[in-house]
Every structure is written in C-alpha cells, then in structure tokens.
C-alpha cells in the first residue's frame, strides 16, 4: 500500500512567521515530489516540484527532499494572508498519489 | 479554454443511476487521472491510464469504471450510483514519467 502522510493541521501562523508543511512517503521506489496548493472549491494548482535531495527555492517557497528518510517539506517564508489553503503533496511512482492535505490559515 | 475540461461541473442523481462523468484535455498529454475528494482525506486514486490501451486500477476502483477513448478522452462510470459516492472528482493530466499533473476543474457530484 502505498501511503503518503502529512502533518495533520490545521496550521495557523501570523503574516510574516514561517509556515513549515511536512510529509512522509511509503514507496521507496518514488521519484518525483510535488506540493499543490488548493483553495477552498478549487482545482489544486502546482506550486514545487522536486526530484533530488536537498533544497529548492522558487521566491518564498522552499521545498526539502530527504529520500533516505521518505521526508519532503514545504517552508512558505513571509506568509501572506492569500497563502490560506490547503496544501497538498504528491509522490510520484508508477502512479500519483497524495497526502490528506494540511490546511493553512495565515492571520493579519 | 481550459486545458483540462471536465463535464459535468455538477450533478445530483439517484442512488442506483448509472452516471457518466467526463474529461477531454488539450495538453496532448499521455497520461490521464481520476481523483475523488472528501473533505479530510486529499485526493484519492480511482483510476489511471499511461495511453489508450493501458488502464490502471487506483487506490478506490470499486464501483467505478473507467474508458479512454481516446489519447484526450478519459471518462469515468459509476454504474449503479450510491450516496457515499458523492464526492468531489477530479480528471487530471501529465506527461511522461517524473511530471507534475494538470487538473480540471472538478465534478461536484451528489447521488441523493
């Protein structure tokens, strides 16, 4: 059974802190990570991919791949309020498979 | 237009009722996706397919079916509708191994 785990959430943080998301995967054999985000009634829309470990920024957004420990994070820096979502990751194998989602809440 | 086009967006039906729900893309895509989501529980697997002759059961197939009847066309059966079905659904898209994947814009179905 392939699973993927996400901190449950709900995350609340004021605007300006660090949101941390974090998920664990249970197929060694994944290779591709991705972090969606998905506002309430909406489609979810790609914000990170990562394939390799370590760290990869794109603006305020900083994705972290740890294979050996099946660990992937997102870290949001300078949260804004319209970063209030869910956010969703998804571990590609053979097939795509994502976690529960965590939902955000980024306070004025 | 939306790359990823689902019909239809909405849908209340009857518990028993055969229903079809469908997706076209334009993305020229290979790969095409079928989600369900409830609140609480992201977005599970129901079926997949890499091309037109390779189908794929997901995390949730039972009392689902799906056809692609075409490289674009990727729909999904429910073909005797029950309440706990009643979910959000999601067709999504990605090319080639190691892709992000595009996604419609969602079925909202209630079976009543």
């Known amino acids: 059974q392939k699973e993927v785990e996400q901190n449950s959430g709900p995350l609340s943080v004021p605007e300006g802190a660090i949101a941390s998301l974090n998920c664990t995967y249970s197929d060694r054999g994944s290779q591709s990570f991705f972090w969606y985000r998905q506002y309430s009634g909406k489609s979810p829309e790609l914000i990170m991919s990562?394939?390799?470990?370590g760290d990869k920024e794109d603006g305020r957004f900083t994705a972290q791949l740890n294979k050996a420990s099946q660990y992937v994070s997102l870290l949001i820096r300078d949260s804004q309020p319209s970063d209030s979502a869910t956010y969703l990751c998804a571990v590609l194998g053979g097939d795509m498979r994502f976690g529960a989602g965590t939902r955000l809440t980024v306070k004025p | 237009d939306a790359d990823v086009t689902q019909t239809p967006r909405n849908r209340i039906t009857k518990t028993g009722k055969r229903i079809m729900l469908e997706c076209s893309q334009t993305k020229g895509h290979d790969r095409m996706y079928w989600y369900r989501q409830d609140p609480g529980l992201g977005l599970r697997l129901i079926y997949y397919?890499?091309?037109?002759?390779?189908?794929n059961k997901g995390e949730i197939s039972d009392g689902y079916s799906v056809s692609r009847q075409a490289q674009a066309k990727f729909s999904l059966s429910l073909e005797s509708a029950i309440p706990n079905q009643t979910a959000l659904y999601f067709c999504a898209t990605s090319q080639g191994l190691g892709t992000e994947a595009f996604f419609g814009q969602g079925t909202r179905l209630t079976v009543v």
């Open positions: 397919s890499f091309d037109v002759k390779d189908i």
């Open positions: 990562i394939y390799s470990n």
